[in-house]
Structure formats: structure tokens, C-alpha cells
């Protein structure tokens, strides 16, 4: 392993005051926890708080700014945060509107978050939870912990920002982030793993020629393992597969989101996306919304994922396109 | 029947059985999961241990309420709120008067299964958990038993946590959470608390 | 090599496809040419354009855009482009203010634009030129081609683009761009080298536990090399250099960025910025303007590099701070 | 002296030789440069070759500014400007009515001096065309003596250019662009141009 760290168990103690350093106009850290607080408060409006296991910069805290998130909790390397920790994140920013809590479809997730609603209901907070399930890699079923929550996740977030920020009241923006969320699909590639800096060794092992189709963020197995092929060959199997999921009419519109997943350089991403492009031309599909960058890394993962989100309504597309202060939207 | 001194000598060892095969448990985890679960366990009974030994207590609640606390706010991921769950409706149970290990341990499993919705037979720690009941049910809960309940998670395909992603790759190997559950009943045992 | 593209031969144009596509409402291409203007005009404020060659990105085409360069020349991946494509930029860039190019002090670079510049004249634009040379990991020498220009030229743009935008004419613009430059100064390591796809190999080999400090980015030696030291270590030997080189005083006002060189996820960069914050911070230096990401890139190579930025006039913080609409500022 | 056919001819041949050398030629520039030297040389004299081949040429002076443009607008890097501001000095000398080939060569070496800014014994293409210079002024250019002017580039230490970098570990290898101007002249000589 080589990393410009320090210690591997202080990794996300110091990553924090990294970036609290970079971004100190906008944010700051709540004493004593790894929660990330935005300075300037939308008083009356509801506080959307995100978080996760670390590992996924700039994903969660690098959204926390205005018009975005009221706060992030940063775990452990892949690893959730605890109940606590979210509880305090839940009571700091709560502006007496209430708070939604936006949550990635992982059993630790689930499980933390859900237990700091109950911590913070003795507080006489407002609590509700969207949960974020859009990889399309791993099929979903009742007999599993079904879909995982993936790339998506930073539209979503972007989505119950703005919303928040116009006004909804708590109940709204639940409702909303539930039509939203089934509205995001990805799914993804690798073309080898991230390295946790406590283990030291890549978290699975492609062969010099080999990548993966559909690993998580974590390095979940994904559903095929085959020799590289090209950018149009993957664009296509990814394209085929979202819209088999979407099952999509000619000028429906879609936002897109071509995602590095952290050790590969825009310059693939933007070949990706143009290949992409093409595909969804052929398709007649209408992309108002494009982004394109490193937003939901998986450490220094090699590899690519492709989210889609349907615009069903004028006004998603407006609250995606609101400007915000945040390090890294 | 639990005392507020066996009840610490019994979450003393389980502490020390973790740190001692801490290693062991995320490799279970390597296999099947994102191999932390001996780091997630070994950060939070560590933390568990210096409370349980920093305080004097008045009740077996509290005692593992303070148990529970600790292991919630330092392990995370999937086992920090599982076995959270499980030793603060183990402290609720331990509240009431008329109450016995059995009600204890079901009251446990109950907050488990309450948290995480897995059934048995879904190669989690639950299976460990409601084997272990029902022997103490009948009387007869040894070595034996926890560990061929550890073992008897290898043979199941995963339906709940992290190890699901994998589907049939996950057959053949034991869930880690059931090994650390074993763990946990065995110090109940050599703790001589039966 | 295992990278997301198709043909070697046509990363860049495919890439610069995939950079319009995502950045349509903002940014064009000249036909025919790997040219990238703004679709926003400034008429009658000086353009800046800058160029080089291709595997830096975000740089230089991901700056494009009001506030910051007008025109993007893209060359073959680490080639500098000809002077007809800068010729045509020039040509499109220019409002009737005048041009001014923003070089990087490569020998390669500086003849394709100085002849670009000459067939310009032929067309009766004003042009001038600035030069790049903020890397302090060579010695300068007047028997060398002198310093390198590397990650500071971010700064350069920016500056460059917000003083266009105030109304400097080509002259001031160009005076305030050798001031700027002489207060730039920038510092790398790498822990991997990159590799360029019609090479297929990487530009140089590091063993496991090496690093090399100093190198360029294109892959040019660096000053010395040692087996990967911790992120503070490093942090103080590139603060020590740049030390050196400016001779700081405490209470001096600087910007500072940290770059990463492509491969190296935001959360080492964040670690390395923290550490630098420590050291700059017992010399009391300050730093009211601070940035962190990967923007001058060397393809896939790993590793990091340190910019400060003496900020002699309040007014250049301001021209630093004013926002502007490009993809990747 | 130099006609339009035998012009064409030279630079055809010059073409040939770069396209049979382009990985020999991006070799040496990967010891000391940055491995692009036989890329950028091949992509250029090809496109030469194919504007040489389009059109019918009046003059020499217009073969050699077609020439000049191709080298110019396909090179890039620094031979590109280095190779196109020969040519175009070439041409603008081409032009004069009593013109010779030293005169033409001579314009040929002060356009890349001029450019940039090189000196003899800086370890570039300029070595090479100046030795070539004195030699046909003194009627003594042989194929040995653009192979001893290529191969006396080795033992310098670089002082313009990419390999400048470098410092002393320049020293030992030959400069790339001073081979491909050897081959630039050696092909004069095989036209039978002398
Ligand atoms: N829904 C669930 N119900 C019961 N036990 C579960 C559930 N999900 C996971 N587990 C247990 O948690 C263990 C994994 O814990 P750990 O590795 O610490 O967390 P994570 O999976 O978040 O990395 C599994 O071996 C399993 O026994
Ligand atoms: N300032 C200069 N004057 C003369 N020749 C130079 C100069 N700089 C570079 N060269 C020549 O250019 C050659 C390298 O060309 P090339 O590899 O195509 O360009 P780049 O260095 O931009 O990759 C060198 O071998 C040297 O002969
Ligand atoms: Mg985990
Ligand atoms: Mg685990
Ligand atoms: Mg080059
Ligand atoms: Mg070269």
C-alpha cells in the first residue's frame, strides 16, 4: 500500500480537518465527533443529514454547505457511523423544522441511523429517513439486503437540499425523496479495488487485463468479471442495462451522472461520457442535467459508474440546477 | 442468575476472547463480508471493558446498559446497533423483578431480530442467539452446542447483511457475527454463570 | 494499461467531445480543431487563452469559461499543440481587445505559441504572452530551459481571467501576469507514474515502497527519490522547500493549493493539507485563500503537489474569490 | 542545386526514413525525453508527403513552404516549430535568384536557432546542422560525417530541451533530434542533391 497518509487509524480524524481547513467559510466540525456542520443556518427549513462510512470523498461531507446538506457523519473507512454520533449530527442541525436523514441501503446504515431516530425522538426531534438504493448490479429480492445505495446518492442529496431549502415541510420532502430515489439508477465497472488503509491490501484482485462489472463502493462482487474491453463496449453493456431498468421512451428526459470512483482521471470519464452520449442519442432520451467527476469514490478504486435519474417533473430539474455553496458539488 | 459482578466478569472475558481473536473474526469477515468485523468488535468491547471498570454499579441493568452504550457508540457498521439492540433489551428485561437468564438472553435475541429482521436460518448471529435460547430452555447449554451452532451457519446462503451481495458464494463459510456470538455464550459458561 | 477509453490515437478528441457534451450551455468546440472557446463573449476585455498539451485534465479545457480563459488549444496527450490551432484560437478568442496566451515553460510549448503569435500578428490581433514556471523542483539555471510550469498556472487562469473581466488592458494584463507568476511557486511528489495511452508503459517506474520527490508533470525526473515516507514528513519537506524559495515572513498572506496528480483520491489530499495547514500555521503565515482538488493532472500518475501563492495586493484575493462559470474551477 | 523535383524527391526520401525509424527514433527520446520524438517526426513528414503529392509545384521556394506548413501543423512539441522554421527560412532563401544550397541550409540552421535559441554543444538538432553547414561550405559532406556530427551529440550534457532536465544524466545518450536531422541530410545526399 502507498498512501500520503499518517497513521491508518487516523485517517478520517485528520481527513476531516483536511477539509474543514480547505472549506472553513462553510463548514465546520462538532467538537469531540467526526459530524460536519454547515455555518450558515436555514432557520424554519427542514435539515437534510447525510453520512456514511469514509472513504467516499468527496462523499458525504463535501455536500454540506447551503442549498445541500445541514450536516454529514463520517464513519470509520467504510465502516458506519454510530447512533451517537448521528443523534448529536440530528440535534445540531435541526432548525425546528425537523430532519430527514438520507440513508444508503447497507444493513450498518440502516440499522445506526434508524437507532439515532430513536435517540433523537426522546429529544423531541422530528425525524424521517429516505433510503438511497440505486445500484442495478445485484438484484433485488426479498431474500437479500436488496439494491445498494451508490453514486445516486449525490443527486439525492442535491434534490432534498434544494427542496429543504424551498420550503417543503418534513412530510413533503420524505415523499418526495421516495419518488426520487426510485427515479435513480447505476450501475457500474471497476478496474481494480481501493485499498482500506487499516487492512493495507486491495479489497479483491483483478488480474492486469481483467475488470468487473457492478462492484459497490466497498468493493461488493459485482456480476460479471471479464478482459477489459473498450469505453463504447462498456457504455454499451451499462446502457443496456439501465434501460432495461428504466425501460424508457424516446424524449424522456434524464439527468446523468458519469461518476470516477476514485483513481480514474477525468480524462476516461469524459471518453466514457461521450460514448455514452451517443447511446442515449441513438435512444431519442433528453439529457438537461450532466455531471461528470469524481463524487462517490471508493478510496483509489479504478473505475466508472453511470447513474441515471428520471426528470418526471419540471421542477426536479430546476432543484437540481439551484446553485449552492458546498466544497464539492 | 446474573449479579452485578458476574454480569462484569462474563462481559470482561467476552472482551478479552475478542481482542484475543480479533484477527480470526475479520477474516470470517474477509471471506464473506468487507473484513472488519474483529476491528468493529475489539474497538467497541475494548471501550465496553474500561466503562464497565471505571464505575461502581448498583444493578445488573446497569451494568449492561452501560455495556449496551458503549458497544453502540464505538463498534458501527451492522454489529454496533445489533448487539446495541440486543444488551439494552437485555438491561430492560433485567429491570424486572420476577426475571431469569433465559428471559434475559430471549429479550436480547428479541432486540437483535427486532433491529435487523433476520430470520433463522439466514446465517447471521441470530441463529447462534436463538440455539443458544432454546438450550438454555431446556437446560442444556455447554461448549458443544454454541460451537455446532457456530459451525452449522457454513453450510447457509446469506439473506441479511453484507455477506447477501455474495448469494451462493457465501455458502461454506461461518458467518462472523455467529462466531462472536458464540463467543459471548461461551464466557457466559466458562464465567460459571449457569 | 488498463484504461476506460477506445483507440489510443483518439483519447483527446473523443475526451473533448465528452468535455462539450457535459459542459454544453458553457463551452464549444472549433470545428476541425481541438480548440475549446466559451460560448459567453466579453466584448471588448482582453481574452485570455492558455493550451499544452492533453493529460492534465481538468486543465486547461475545464477552465474555459466567463471569468476565467476564453479559449482552450488542446494538444496530442503531453505534446503541445501547433501554432495553427493556437493561431485559430487567438483568431476566435479575440473581442478587439487583444489576446493574451498563458504559456507553460516547456521549450515545445513556448515555440508552437511564440510562432502562433507571429502568424496572429499577420492578422493585426494584438497578442502577448505570459510564462509559466512555478515548479521550484528543478534548479534554475540560464544553462537549463529553466524552470517547469505546473499547477500554479490554475492560479494564473483565474487571475488572469478576473482581471480580464475587470477591464485590464493587454498591457496591464500582461505586467500583472510576470508579477503573478514571480509570486507563484509549487512543489510535487509522486508515488506512481502515469501512463500515456499510445506508450502503453508508465512514464517511469517507482518500486512498492518508493517515492520520488520533485517530478514532473509530464513524468520528469525529480530531485530525489526514497522509500514513501508519512504524510507529515512529506508535507515538511515540500513546506521546507518552498520556504526556501519565498522566504516568508510571518503574518505574509498566501493562497494555497493542493493538487492532486491524478490518481490520488481526496482523501490523502485532504490528509497532506492538514498536515501543511500544521506547519504553515506555526509560522503564522496566512491563508485566506485555500484550495484542494485534482486540477493539474499527469494522467493516472499518484501523488501530490504543494502551491502557494504570495498574495502581494488585497486586490488579488479579490480576483482569486470572484466567482465564475466554467466546468472544473 | 536544388530543383522542384529533386526537392520533392529529398523530402519524400526524408519521410521514408523517418516513418522506417519512428520507434527508433522514440527510443532514444525515451531516454532522455519524453518518448514522443518518433510519433511526432512521422506524423509530420507523412502529411509532407501527402501535400508534396497533391499538388503541382512552380518553385522551390513553394515546395518548401507546403513542406514547412505540413511539419508545422502536425509536429507540435518542440520540433514541430523547430522543423517548420527551418523549412520556412529555407524557403524565404529559395526565393532569392542567386540562391545555392549552403545559402538554403544556412537560412535552414538560423531558423532553428532563431526558434530556439540553441547553441553548438547544447546537445540538440543544431549540432548537427551546423556541422552539416560547415561541411558543405567546405564541399566535404559525406554520410560519415552526419553520423560522427549525430553520434558527437552522446557525450554532452543537455542544455536545452526536455533533456535538459535531466542534467548529467543526459550525458551518453544520443539526441533524438539531432538523429532525425542526420537523416534529414543523409537523404540529400542519397537524392544525389551534392
Ligand atoms: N440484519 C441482520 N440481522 C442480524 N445479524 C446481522 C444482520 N446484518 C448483519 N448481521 C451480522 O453482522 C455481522 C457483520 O458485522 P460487521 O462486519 O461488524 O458489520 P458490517 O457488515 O457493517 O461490516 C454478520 O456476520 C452478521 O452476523
Ligand atoms: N531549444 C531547442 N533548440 C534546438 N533543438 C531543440 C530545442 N529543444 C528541443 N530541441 C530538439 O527537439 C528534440 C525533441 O523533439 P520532440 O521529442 O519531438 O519534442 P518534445 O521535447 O516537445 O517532446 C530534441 O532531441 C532536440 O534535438
Ligand atoms: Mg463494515
Ligand atoms: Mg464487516
Ligand atoms: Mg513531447
Ligand atoms: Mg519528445
Not at chain 1, 483483478?206 to 462498456?234: A, F
Request: with cysteine.
Amino acid at each position: 500500500m502507498k498512501k500520503i497518509i499518517n497513521k491508518p487509524e487516523d485517517v478520517v480524524d485528520e481527513m476531516l480537518d483536511g477539509l474543514v481547513f480547505t472549506s472553513a467559510s462553510l463548514i465546520r466540525r462538532l467538537p469531540g465527533t467526526n459530524v460536519i456542520l454547515r455555518k450558515q443556518k436555514s432557520e424554519g427549513k427542514v435539515a437534510v443529514v447525510s453520512g456514511g462510512g469514509s472513504g467516499h470523498e468527496p462523499t458525504h461531507a463535501g455536500f454540506v454547505g447551503s442549498g445541500m446538506l445541514a450536516a454529514a457523519v463520517c464513519g470509520p473507512v467504510f465502516t458506519s457511523p454510530t447512533p451517537d454520533q448521528i443523534a448529536a449530527a440530528i440535534k445540531e442541525a435541526n432548525q425546528g423544522a425537523g430532519v430527514l436523514l438520507v440513508i444508503k441501503n447497507y444493513s450498518g446504515d440502516i440499522m445506526n441511523f434508524e437507532m439515532a431516530e430513536d435517540l433523537a425522538s426522546m429529544d423531541h426531534i422530528e425525524v424521517k429517513h429516505i433510503v438511497v438504493d440505486d445500484d442495478i448490479a445485484v438484484e433485488d429480492s426479498t431474500y437479500t439486503a436488496g439494491k445498494r445505495g451508490v453514486a445516486g446518492t449525490i443527486l439525492v442529496h442535491k434534490m432534498m437540499g434544494a427542496a429543504a431549502e424551498a420550503g417543503l415541510s418534513l412530510n413533503e420532502l420524505k415523499d418526495l425523496g421516495d419518488q426520487v430515489i426510485s427515479s435513480i439508477k447505476t450501475i457500474g465497472v471497476a478496474l481494480s479495488a481501493g485499498t482500506v488503509p487499516e487492512s493495507g491490501k486491495p479489497g479483491f484482485v483483478l488480474k492486469d487485463n481483467e475488470m468487473e462489472y457492478g462492484v459497490g463502493i466497498h468493493g461488493e462482487p459485482g456480476y460479471r468479471r471479464e478482459p477489459i474491453k473498450s469505453s463504447k463496449e462498456i457504455a454499451k453493456e451499462l446502457t443496456d442495462k439501465l434501460r432495461d431498468a428504466f425501460k424508457w421512451n424516446a424524449s424522456d428526459r434524464y439527468a446523468i451522472l458519469v461518476n470516477g470512483l476514485g483513481a480514474t482521471p477525468l480524462m476516461e470519464q469524459y471518453i466514457f461520457a461521450n460514448d455514452v452520449s451517443e447511446i442515449l442519442t441513438k435512444d431519442k432520451i433528453e439529457l438537461p442535467f450532466r455531471k461528470v467527476g469524481s463524487y462517490m469514490t471508493s478510496l483509489d478504486m479504478a473505475g466508472i459508474s453511470l447513474t441515471l435519474f428520471h426528470l418526471k417533473q419540471d421542477q426536479w430539474l430546476d432543484w437540481l440546477n439551484v446553485p449552492v455553496e458546498t466544497t464539492a458539488w | 442468575m446474573l449479579t452485578v459482578e458476574n454480569t462484569i466478569k462474563w462481559l470482561d472475558l467476552f472482551a478479552d476472547k475478542v481482542a484475543a481473536e480479533k484477527d480470526y473474526l475479520s477474516e470470517l469477515d474477509q471471506a464473506i463480508g468487507d473484513g472488519d468485523h474483529g476491528a468493529n468488535m475489539s474497538r467497541g468491547t475494548a471501550a465496553m471493558k474500561e466503562a464497565l471498570g471505571k464505575q461502581n454499579f448498583g444493578t445488573v441493568q446497569d451494568v449492561l446498559k452501560t455495556a449496551a452504550m458503549s458497544l453502540l457508540s464505538k463498534i458501527g457498521g451492522a454489529s454496533g446497533p445489533l448487539y446495541g439492540s440486543a444488551l439494552i433489551g437485555m438491561a430492560k428485561e433485567a429491570g424486572n423483578a420476577d426475571t431469569d437468564l433465559t428471559s434475559i438472553v430471549q429479550a436480547g435475541a428479541d432486540g437483535i431480530q427486532k433491529r435487523g429482521k433476520a430470520e433463522p436460518g439466514d446465517k447471521t448471529m441470530v441463529d447462534v442467539w436463538l440455539t443458544v435460547l432454546h438450550a438454555l430452555k431446556e437446560g442444556k447449554l455447554t461448549d458443544a452446542v454454541i460451537d455446532q451452532a457456530v459451525q452449522a451457519t457454513a453450510p447457509l446462503k446469506a439473506k441479511k447483511g453484507r455477506a447477501s451481495y455474495l448469494g451462493d458464494r457465501s455458502v461454506g463459510h461461518i458467518d462472523p457475527g455467529a462466531m462472536s456470538s458464540g463467543y459471548l455464550f461461551k464466557c457466559l459458561i466458562a464465567g460459571g454463570i449457569l
